[in-house]
């Protein structure tokens, strides 16, 4: 999904930095503009992660035919973690 009219992009509000942090991260790394990514798809999620569990959002990203997954995990300052590639379900 783009952006709406707004400007927003469809994520909870205290996520709309990260995820577009986690959109200029992928455009970076595959050296596109930043309006040919979208989100597809965002939830709240935990995982587990040395010594605990870590709590954050799960961001679905979109370019071209690639779909990305990113965890933005508010432990670790809200910074995107690119996870590999897939698809979602």
Request: glycine share 8%; charged share 20%; aromatic share 4%.
């Amino acid at each position: 999904m783009p952006a709406r009219p707004d400007g927003k992009l469809p994520v909870p509000g205290p996520w709309q930095a990260p995820a577009r942090a986690a959109i200029a991260d992928l455009v970076g790394r595959l050296g596109l503009r930043a309006a040919a990514v979208a989100v597809t798809r965002a939830e709240e999620a935990s995982w587990p992660v040395a010594g605990g569990v870590a709590s954050g959002l799960r961001v679905w990203l979109v370019a071209g035919a690639r779909t990305v997954r990113y965890r933005i995990d508010v432990s670790a300052a809200l910074a995107p973690e690119p996870e590999p590639p897939s698809e979602p379900t």
